[in-house]
């Protein structure tokens, strides 16, 4: 029999650009040697963190049969609502919003929160037209681009690019070219940005949501790595939320990937729409992390944490990863670093590269150095530009020792790509 699957099940199945990179992850990971693993989004083992979901799960597997009743029972569509209330209580004691359980649903991580919502705001229509989801500036999250049920869901503009002392560069969105066309359901961003740490400032959000709000779409903000938690972020920067904004957190880069727990933070129709989703295509969410994380955001443990742990743990990964490229590359190379604004990555221009970033991904492979390239990052715009093909992302989250030796090997290849 041959498998004939649908134009959906096509697009899923095809080699786009996370499945050939989770595949290219698998391969060198079963071959032989270490590797130098830079290129995913895997969080560090924080182990003044680690310390406190131990203390969490011996306290759920003390409480009487709390434990077995969190493993057999389902919770609702919407998430367990002892954690959305300890959620809702923090977040209104944190920053004085106004919100209720009824602007909360989680999700089985927010990846399959980005899949709902960009598939019930964009797409097509019922009067059979199509609606594509803004993204202010690439690069963004690659994880976001084959997420369309239909194709060209996206469309993206370049940013402005600010150089500054030391050889850093900063993004910025380019108001005065970006346009929000009658076809856009809704506008879209990281922040802080996955692949280069950039921050979107103050004025940005403001002025994104006061756009958003002028053309009746909502803006979505991608909070992953942001504020209120996990906080990987290097200046202080609150989240924003109002009508207009669509607010998704995650408890993955807390160091909890594995309980696949995304939070959205809506006005009310948006969460009963996500929970419509859930109930059709999970019938309910993981509830494990929801349960060891609940007591911690009713004291506001979970906030220190981030505060107090987290972020102090990255910002110094992320110093010395920029310390070392300075050192590997030195005075010859030609390169630029995104200021490190938050998340787990550097992001490195190369503008003299004779080659793409892609086929330097592939020389690093074959040295056991995996590494994003960033034509990955570059999607829904309307033209090429040379700098897509001069980027690479590098996660700086691993052992000391993974990292030095990467940062080592990629200046190598650099220098090796220069002199052919």
């Excluded at 990255?314 to 590997?328: F, G, H, I, T, V």
């Excluded at 034509?375 to 897509?388: I, K, L, Q, V």
Aim: hydrophobic fraction near 40%; include cysteine.
């Amino acid at each position: 029999m041959t498998l004939s699957l649908s134009s959906f099940g096509q697009k899923l199945t095809r080699k786009s650009g996370i499945l050939a990179l989770m595949d290219d992850l698998g391969h060198a990971m079963a071959g032989p040697g270490d590797i130098c693993m830079m290129g995913g989004g895997n969080p560090a083992r924080v182990p003044a963190v680690e310390a406190v979901w131990r203390k969490q799960m011996a306290k759920l597997l003390g409480d009487g049969d709390r434990f077995e009743r969190v493993l057999v029972n389902y919770d609702t569509p919407q998430g367990n609502l002892a954690f959305i209330e300890a959620l809702v209580e923090c977040l209104n004691r944190e920053y004085g919003w106004a919100i209720t359980a009824r602007n909360v649903a989680v999700t089985n991580g927010s990846q399959n929160a980005f899949f709902y919502l960009f598939n019930l705001l964009a797409g097509r229509q019922p009067d059979g037209s199509c609606r594509r989801i803004l993204l202010p500036f690439c690069p963004e999250y690659i994880g976001y681009a084959d997420q369309g049920v239909e194709e060209d869901l996206f469309v993206s503009f370049r940013p402005e690019i600010e150089l500054l002392p030391e050889r850093r560069f900063k993004y910025h969105v380019d108001f005065d070219h970006l346009t929000v066309e009658q076809d856009v359901a809704a506008i879209c961003a990281s922040r802080p940005t996955n692949p280069t740490g950039n921050v979107l400032t103050n004025d940005e959000v403001a002025r994104l949501t006061a756009l958003a709000r002028s053309h009746g779409v909502p803006l979505i903000l991608d909070n992953a790595y942001g504020a209120p938690f996990p906080g990987i972020l290097f200046s202080e920067v609150q989240p924003a939320w109002s009508e207009d904004v669509v607010l998704v957190l995650s408890l993955s880069k807390l160091g909890l990937p594995g309980t696949r727990t995304g939070i959205v933070i809506a006005r009310e129709e948006i969460v009963e729409a996500i929970s419509a989703a859930n109930s059709i295509v999970s019938l309910a969410n993981g509830n494990i992390g929801q349960a060891l994380v609940a007591p911690l955001l009713r004291d506001g443990e979970l906030l220190r944490l981030s505060r107090e742990a987290v972020r102090p743990f990255y910002e110094e990964k992320s110093r010395q990863a920029q310390e070392w490229l300075a050192e590997a590359l030195g005075d010859d190379v030609d390169y630029r670093i995104h200021k490190s604004e938050g998340a787990l990555f550097l992001w490195l221009w190369l503008p003299g590269l004779p080659i793409t970033s892609a086929e330097l991904y592939e020389r690093l492979k074959q040295r056991r150095v995996v590494v994003v390239p960033g034509e990955y990052f570059f999607f829904g715009m309307a033209e090429p530009w040379d700098h897509t093909h001069q980027c690479l992302r590098l996660n700086y989250s691993q052992p000391e020792e993974v990292v030095r030796k990467g940062i080592r090997i990629l200046a190598e290849e650099i220098r090796r790509a220069h002199s052919a």
